[in-house]
């Protein structure tokens, strides 16, 4: 049997133009599975956009992509269920409980034996505690755990993670990590983050992004290689200041 | 869909805003039939319903830019759009759960509203004196009018971040749709260009449905009119 091999993420020149400001300037690049990708540049430099026109929100100027084979712009919503999206800022429904709205989320991707499933990625993401309250009430570490939870409820493909770790503390820091590094074993992940520990600490992969341009593409570490500096950080400031 | 539909229709029933929304309609409805005395039936005389279903086109005019306000402004402002737009679910079935979970609300601060038909026909003399055929025409057209309303209001939440905003901005436009063709039609001197303007308000349907004649016209008008406030919702939440 001929098996057609696809990669999880491939994107083609893909941009998007504000008037005359190019947030995203013909990027390329693709994704593996089982391995960490991390998507990593100044504030302003294209991460989220770029994030954002993969997962559908936003319309590319030009160039396309596919996700598991799937063309995010002639069949979106094929696209969009391999996908599993953490927006930057974890936005969520506050007003909901945790379950309920797990439970929406599970009815959008039209999920079957959905309460079974709500109850397995509960556990997962380490949410048993707080499982009964309303979103609202939950700390910020326990929200980005039930963005994850939203994230991982249709067991997608690919993740694509924008910021997951930002204004966490230290200890939830390094569970949240430990779970995106649990989550990275069979699927492909994508996160972006401007914390250059996060990167040596989860990720396999580097795409270094400045001004909407791609100015480095490698494993983790294959960049320390080809740059001599001993740090990532001076690496990272080398190629973006 | 439903899933939209039913988060919709559940976050108004848990939030008050069904609760408020509804309760100051039928209070304020209630005091303007009952008590007041320019529009109380009682002080009018006869038994009839006209008077209830000449204002409520004014209180939907406030009623239903509430209840729609939030619908998309909110997710905007808090971000749960974009959490929503990147489900695997089309723009149309979000827009129509929200339209939907919207016309529900309407319905659902009409009903009681049935209890005015049962003490005004009580009141008649003799009892029951009551058209009951124009009661039924004006509760259809209500409904139709609180469906239009609500396409417009749903269209002026797509449009901001800010549910004042969205919500100024459909209560002119309701307005505007509901009296301003008949009193730009006035402007005209021609008889023809005057009938052929105000039978683009909704207020000329309106009444023309209140009087009992369910008319296939002002039917397809009613519902073009909303599939087209839709259609411009779709336009105003594309991807950008």
Redesign the interface.
């Known amino acids: 049997m001929v098996k057609k091999f696809y990669m999880s993420i491939s994107v083609r020149n893909l941009s998007k133009h504000y008037d005359k400001q190019r947030a995203v300037d013909s990027i390329s690049f693709e994704a593996k599975p089982g391995r960490i990708l991390g998507f990593l540049g100044p504030n302003g430099a294209g991460k989220s956009t770029t994030m ?1 026109m993969l ?5 590319p100027t030009s160039g396309d992509a596919e996700i598991s084979g799937k063309n995010i712009l002639t069949s979106a ?2 696209a ?2 391999q ?1 599993g ?1 953490l ?3 974890t ?6 409980y945790v379950k309920e709205f797990l439970r ?2 599970g ?3 039209q999920l079957k034996n959905l309460p079974a499933r709500v109850d397995e990625v509960i556990k997962m993401v380490g949410l048993t505690p707080e499982q009964h309250k309303k979103i609202g009430m939950l700390s910020k570490g326990y929200r980005q755990r039930v963005g994850l939870a ?1 994230a991982i409820i249709h067991n997608p493909a690919v993740l694509i993670l924008d910021e997951p770790t930002s204004g966490l503390d230290p200890n939830q820091l390094v569970d949240i990590r430990a779970l995106i590094k649990e989550l990275g074993k069979n699927k492909t992940v994508v996160i972006s983050t401007h914390i250059m520990q996060e990167v040596e600490a989860i990720c396999d992969d580097i795409i270094i992004i400045n001004k909407g341009r791609i100015v480095a593409n490698d494993t983790l570490t294959g960049i320390k290689q080809n740059h001599s500096q001993h740090s990532l950080e001076e690496i990272f400031r080398a190629l973006t200041a | 869909m439903y899933a939209v539909f039913k988060r919709e229709l559940l976050s108004f029933l848990s939030s008050m805003v069904a609760y408020i929304t509804i309760g100051i309609f039928l209070a304020v409805s209630g005091l303007l039939l009952w008590f007041f005395p320019d529009t109380s039936v009682l002080d009018y005389g006869y038994a009839d319903l006209g008077g209830f279903f000449s204002l409520v086109p004014y209180l939907f005019m406030f009623l239903i830019p509430a209840i729609t306000m939030r619908s998309f402004a909110e997710e905007q402002k808090e971000g749960t759009y974009e959490l929503l737009v990147t489900k695997p679910i089309s723009q149309w079935q979000i827009i129509w759960a929200k339209y939907l979970a919207c016309v529900i609300l309407v319905l659902l601060a009409l009903i009681p509203t049935l209890i005015y038909y049962y003490s005004i026909s009580k009141l008649g003399l003799p009892e029951g004196n009551i058209d009951s055929g124009s009661v039924i025409g004006s509760y259809i057209g209500l409904f139709l009018l609180g469906s239009a309303f609500t396409a417009i209001g749903i269209f002026a939440s797509s449009l901001t971040k800010n549910q004042i905003i969205a919500f100024a901005i459909a209560a002119a436009l309701c307005a505007f749709a509901f009296l301003g063709f008949d009193y730009t039609s006035e402007i005209f001197s021609m008889q023809s260009f005057e009938t052929t303007i105000s039978s683009l308000g909704i207020n000329q349907h309106y009444q023309s449905i209140s009087r009992g004649v369910l008319d296939t016209r002002d039917l397809i008008y009613f519902i073009s009119f909303s599939v087209l406030f839709l259609l411009f919702t779709k336009l105003a939440t594309g991807r950008k």
């Open positions: 954002r997962t559908g929100y936003l319309e919503i094929e969009k269920k996908i999206y927006p930057e800022n936005p969520l429904y506050t007003e909901m929406f989320i009815q959008t991707y939203q």
